[in-house]
């Protein structure tokens, strides 16, 4: 099955107790795209300047990413600069350059209308509308948000939400969205304003996925003991694509799955964390994503 | 197989967003020792005041713990009184009354000299040393310390952490321990300061072990997502007694009874929010229990 991803396709600036890139290949569509891809047929629809390169597009076409659906705008691209102290789960932003990206205005090609998945990833809730009006036929639409979003936009939000499947968010969002402290509290508030299944990450602690069905019914996945998070940027969104991409490759979706899902978007969001920007995404092998996913397991699971 | 436990017997004050309790029984050896007695033979070592009514003893004798150990000392018992806001991971101390534990000097009866396992709660490492040179035979022996002890007696520690089995500490502790942020880094450090065994709680989000023997290795063993903590006052000696009971229940320990003893230290930990003081472990019966240990499975296995 294909996934289509809608949002960002950037360059990064980060900085990290490990060390410092300048200018990196990133984005949530980027990571999204890349990661889901180990999976599944993935298209995205994003925008991009001119010092978007042959090189760039290559990340992704070398992945099999359908990038017919990025739109090209004179300018630069997206640009966002970040540091990370050692509290590794919360970035503290330098600068943000929004270039093309400030009239981004979506449009999924024709070719992508028949997607059977659909990835709104965090931008104005409007546009991620706007993007899953285009393929109302998808039978699974996932999305991201964060707390800008949550607290400007709140009324746009909402209507977002309504038709949405699965809502990827963290603790401290879900806690904004809701307004509930307690994370089952929250999940259960949440679970009543569109989402069937809402997952909350929790950082270098896992994530914990509610069901609207049979009372929350949780499941909670590991996040991997690293020593070393070379640089946390994209893990959420890596998270997402592996989540994502699992659900788009079977031939049915039920508990089990959603199950799955949960802990090969904890594999891959911890591959994300290995090397700046989408460097460990780009060598990765599918044989690397198994025997990590046993490696979740093992860390998990009783004898 | 028996576990000995040495700790504070006191009085609590608890004040959380569910509501508030001026005095009840309380203090780490209680609350260690009502959760492992579900799994195994407790005897306690302690010290009260006059204030420590029948009834008081009488929570411990039903549920089989020998109270032989508890010295019993003109003057007050141990008062803390604390106040927890919606972040339920952190106490605020509003007044620590140590009356009689002040001069509390340890000391094990006769009969306890056979235990086959101790837990030296969170007191004075000296004082845990001196007990733990008391029973020097025991199979295994697990510790438990705070901020203050790694901060104000750094070489205490170091001494009886030499001889011990198994640390049971949260987050802030390992890295504060350990100087190190990354826990896996903090858990290799730790592993080279005595203990075989180092289990580091996350609060809400589980609990990770890590182990000397095969390059670490860990094991996560989740929490229970709970909609309402009424009072986390006791979850880690109730962890610790749960983790401890069972390890001393089994015929031989190797790495899948570790496991296991992870679950089941959530398991008891989860209990012990549930209700003010030790009201919930009061209560419990061996079958909830096991149903519990089952709801952590489903929580966090694949199929």
């Known amino acids: 099955m294909s996934i289509l991803v809608v949002g960002s396709v950037a360059f990064d600036g980060i900085q990290t107790p490990s060390g410092k890139v300048d200018r990196v290949l990133g984005g949530a569509a980027t990571y999204f795209s890349l990661s889901a891809s ?3 047929d993935v298209r995205v629809v994003a925008v991009v300047g001119d010092d978007f390169s042959a090189e760039d597009e290559a990340v992704l076409v070398k992945r099999g990413v359908d990038v017919s659906g990025i739109e ?4 630069k691209s997206f640009f966002w600069q970040g540091e990370y ?11 943000t350059e929004l270039n093309v990206f400030e009239s981004f205005n979506p449009k999924v090609p024709k070719q992508y209308l028949d997607s059977d998945f659909v990835f709104l990833a965090n ?8 993007v899953h009006d285009q393929v109302p036929k998808a039978i699974l639409t996932g999305l991201d948000t964060m707390n800008y979003w949550i607290n400007s936009t709140p009324k746009e939000l909402a209507e977002t939400l309504k038709g949405v499947d699965a809502l990827l968010i963290n603790d401290t969002e879900a806690r904004i969205l809701s307004k509930q402290n307690s994370l089952p509290r929250a999940a259960q508030k949440i679970l009543t304003m569109g ?3 809402l997952v909350i990450k929790h950082g270098e602690y896992g994530a914990t996925a509610f069901f609207r069905e ?21 893990a959420g969104d ?7 991409g699992y659900l788009a490759s079977q031939p049915e979706l039920n508990r089990e799955v959603f199950k799955r899902a949960m802990f090969y978007g904890g594999v891959m969001g911890s591959f994300a964390c290995e090397k700046f920007g989408t460097g460990r995404l780009q ?11 046993q490696l979740f397991r093992e860390l998990s699971h009783l004898g």
């Open 238 to 244: 890596s998270f997402a694509g592996g989540f994502m």
């Open 283 to 293: 060598q990765l092998t599918r044989g690397e994503i198994d025997a990590r996913f």
């Open 85 to 95: 102290g050692e509290n590794l789960n919360e970035a503290k932003t330098l600068k």
């Open 72 to 75: 090209r705008v004179a300018g």
């Open 38 to 40: 180990f999976f599944t």
């Open 123 to 130: 931008i104005h809730p409007t546009l991620q509308k706007h």
């Open 214 to 234: 049979g009372g929350l019914h949780p499941f909670r996945a590991p996040a991997l003991p690293m020593e070393e998070v070379v640089d946390p940027t994209g």
């Open 195 to 197: 989402p069937k299944v």
